[in-house]
């Protein structure tokens, strides 16, 4: 039985940082993507960072230079470093397995003024 577990969401005042951790069991992170999405209330579910296999790192222009993704494959966990934090940030964030549609159970980032 997969599980992702999320921690580290809290509430920040804007321009300070987060740090979102994401531990797994059941599942070797090692030979998947890995991705962190956010939702905010009334809206869709986004994508926030992707990290591949290879590490290879991708994010929307919303985040760029903001969010740095990260994995550590012998603990099974991702991590999301969120810097210069906005209020538009604000979010339940959720850690994913993209191809296998495996999603944690959230942890919700509150930025505010």
């Known amino acids: 039985q997969v599980q992702l577990v999320e921690s580290g969401g809290g509430s920040v005042q804007a321009g300070g940082s987060l740090r979102l951790t994401c531990t797994a069991s059941?599942?070797?992170?090692?030979?998947?993507?890995l991705a962190w999405y956010r939702q905010a209330p009334g809206k869709q579910r986004e994508l926030v960072a992707r990290?591949?296999?290879?590490?290879?790192?991708d994010y929307p222009d919303s985040v760029k230079g903001r969010f740095t993704i990260s994995r550590d494959n012998p603990k099974n966990t991702v991590y999301l470093q969120m810097d210069n934090l906005k209020l538009e940030d604000t979010a339940t964030y959720f850690c994913?397995?993209?191809?296998?549609?495996?999603w944690g159970q959230g942890t919700q980032v509150t930025v505010s003024s």
């Open positions: 990290i591949s296999a290879g590490h290879t790192t």
């Open positions: 994913v397995v993209p191809t296998r549609n495996y």
């Open positions: 059941g599942i070797i992170f090692t030979f998947y993507d």
